[in-house]
Nanobody
C-alpha cells in the first residue's frame, strides 16, 4: 500500500506562484511515474503534468506549458509542481497520482491508469 500526501496549496493573486509537493510513503521501493491532475468545481479531473521515474521524460497539458514545472526527488519520495504566472482558471483541487513502472503511461490523461491518489490540495487564484 502507498500513501500520497499533497501540500503547498493556498490562496494567491493572479500572476503569483505556488509550489505543490506530493510525498509518497509506504511500499515505495519499486519504480513509479507520477502525475499531477486538477479538478475544478463541476468539472472532470484533468491532466496537468507527468514525470517518469528518472525525470527524463516529462509531459504537460498545453494550458500550463511554460508556466508549470514538474520535478521529483526520489531520495525523498517527493514530487513537486512549481506553478508560476497563476491565472484564475488554474483554481482547482490539485491531486498527485502514482503509476507503478519507470515510464509515464501511454494514456497519461486517463485517471484509470494510475494506481494511487492523494487527497488533494486546494489552489485558489484570485483576479
Amino acid at each position: 500500500q502507498v500513501q500520497l500526501v499533497e501540500s503547498g496549496g493556498g490562496l494567491v493573486q493572479a500572476g503569483g506562484s505556488l509550489r505543490l509537493s506530493c510525498a509518497a510513503s509506504g511500499r515505495t521501493f519499486n519504480s513509479y511515474a507520477m502525475g499531477w491532475f486538477r479538478q475544478a468545481p463541476g468539472k472532470e479531473r484533468e491532466f496537468v503534468a507527468a514525470i517518469s521515474w528518472s525525470g527524463g521524460t516529462i509531459y504537460y497539458d498545453d494550458s500550463v506549458k511554460g508556466r508549470f514545472t514538474i520535478s521529483r526527488d526520489n531520495a525523498k519520495n517527493t514530487v513537486y509542481l512549481q506553478m508560476n504566472s497563476l491565472e484564475p482558471e488554474d483554481t482547482a483541487v490539485y491531486y498527485c497520482a502514482l503509476k507503478w513502472g519507470r515510464t509515464i503511461p501511454i494514456m497519461r490523461r486517463d485517471v484509470r491508469e494510475y494506481n494511487y491518489w492523494g487527497q488533494g490540495t486546494q489552489v485558489t487564484v484570485s483576479s
